[in-house]
Each structure stands twice: as structure tokens, then as C-alpha cells.
């Protein structure tokens, strides 16, 4: 029963407006919810229909913090990014009841996110609570680790910046130690517990799934800020 649930979520999913695709990871095309083949590479303001900047919110899940910024600016467009089809189905279906046309959905693998975007399209980069993947062996599976630090370099504006909220305080140290000890980064801000700061930025005070129950326990958020 739940295989089902899951299956009728992926085709939901798949045919909504605003969600885009890539089956296979051998070959970098994207698929539009009427199953056309698309490339936005450099395009992505021909789909919005605005020179708006371009943010985007890595291993997005339910994609809480694309939608939560999208409603605190609406000036800017988001795009929520992960391989989970029946995670992003819960965030989409929030989207079209909220009626907010600047937030996007791309399913496809973050290894892959340079074939999907161009040089200086993107303003700013999210990276919300992903897996820490705390195993040595999987290090450079770590979302901010220096081969996806040059895919997010190849993509970004000159200014533009990488946002890592979590809770983990493994994955905060190695991403701290890393960027410090790359002269090629810039480490704009590292900041172990936001929320023991009299004011906290409104951005940082969206809240996902993940967050509040960290926040229950008692563990504390880490915001680390990053460029090129």
C-alpha cells in the first residue's frame, strides 16, 4: 500500500507545471511536466519570465526553505533541488496551494548540477540540514566538501554565496576546516549557535521539518556562509 502511495506521489509530482526531471543520470536533459525535453541552461529567467536573481536550496526535501524564502521575497526566484520524487511531491503540492510562481522543482542528482545551470546564473546557494554522511569513506559525498565546492564556483556569480544551516556539528567543523584551508574560498560568516544571538535575520528563522525537531533536542544550529 505504501509502494503505491508512493508510486501515485511520483506521478503527481511529475506532472505539475513547475517541475523538472532528469531520468537519466547518463544523460543531462531535463523533462517538463508534459514530458518534452528542456534545457534552461542559461535560461532559467526565459522560464520565469524575470531577470530576477536565481537562488537555489540544495537536497531540498519537502523543499521548506525555497518556499519559506519565496514567500519573504518574492522578488527573487528559488529553485528546490534533490533526487527524492515523494519528498519534493510535499513541498510542490504547498507551491500550488500558496499560489507562488518564483519556486521551481528539479529532480536530478547535485553531482550533476553544472549541466543544468550556467556560468554566473546563480545568485545564492542553500544547503539545509543535508546528510552529513559521517562515515570517512563518504566525505566527499558532504554537500560543502571541495568537489562540490567547484561545481558551486562554476555556477555562481562573482558575489554570490553558499549558505550551510545545520545541526551537525561534525559536518560544521570539517566544512569550517576545509574552507579555511582553501586560499581559493572566502569564508564569509561561521556562526555555531543562531539562535543564542539577541536578533536573529528573519531568512534564518525559517524553520524546516528537520530544524524543530533539532531544536526540541536541545541541539543547537550552525550557519556558515561562504564564497569565491
Not at 508512493?6 to 517541475?19: D, M, T
Not at 510562481?101 to 528539479?106: E, Q, T
Not at 584551508?181 to 536573529?200: C, M
Request: proline content about 4%; some cysteine; overall charge neutral.
Amino acid at each position: 500500500m505504501a509502494k503505491k502511495g508512493k508510486l501515485q506521489k511520483f506521478a503527481e509530482f511529475s506532472q505539475i507545471p513547475f517541475v523538472f526531471e532528469n531520468f537519466d543520470p547518463k544523460n543531462p536533459a531535463l523533462t517538463n511536466n508534459e514530458g518534452d525535453v528542456v534545457n534552461y541552461q542559461n535560461r532559467w529567467s526565459d522560464y520565469f519570465k524575470n531577470d530576477h536573481p536565481i537562488v537555489l536550496e540544495l537536497a531540498c526535501g519537502k523543499a521548506e526553505y525555497a518556499i519559506g524564502m519565496a514567500q519573504l521575497y518574492p522578488d527573487k526566484n528559488f529553485i528546490a533541488i534533490d533526487i527524492k520524487g515523494w519528498r519534493m511531491w510535499k513541498g510542490a503540492k504547498k507551491v500550488l496551494a500558496l499560489e507562488l510562481n518564483n519556486v521551481a522543482f528539479l529532480r536530478t542528482r547535485i553531482e550533476q548540477l553544472e549541466l543544468f545551470f550556467g556560468e554566473n546564473e546563480i545568485s545564492e546557494i542553500w544547503i539545509t540540514f543535508p546528510d552529513p554522511f559521517l562515515r570517512k569513506s563518504k566525505v566527499n559525498r558532504r554537500l560543502t566538501a571541495p568537489n562540490f565546492r567547484e561545481k558551486y564556483r562554476k555556477i555562481l556569480q562573482a558575489d554570490g554565496t553558499v549558505n550551510l544551516k545545520t545541526d551537525s556539528e561534525e559536518l560544521y567543523q570539517f566544512s569550517l576546516q576545509s574552507i579555511e584551508g582553501d586560499d581559493s574560498v572566502n569564508l564569509l560568516k561561521a556562526d555555531s549557535d543562531i539562535y543564542s544571538r539577541d536578533e536573529v535575520p528573519e531568512i534564518l528563522q525559517i524553520k524546516t521539518y528537520y530544524e524543530k525537531m533539532h531544536l526540541e533536542n536541545a541541539l543547537s544550529i550552525k550557519h556558515l556562509v561562504f564564497g569565491f
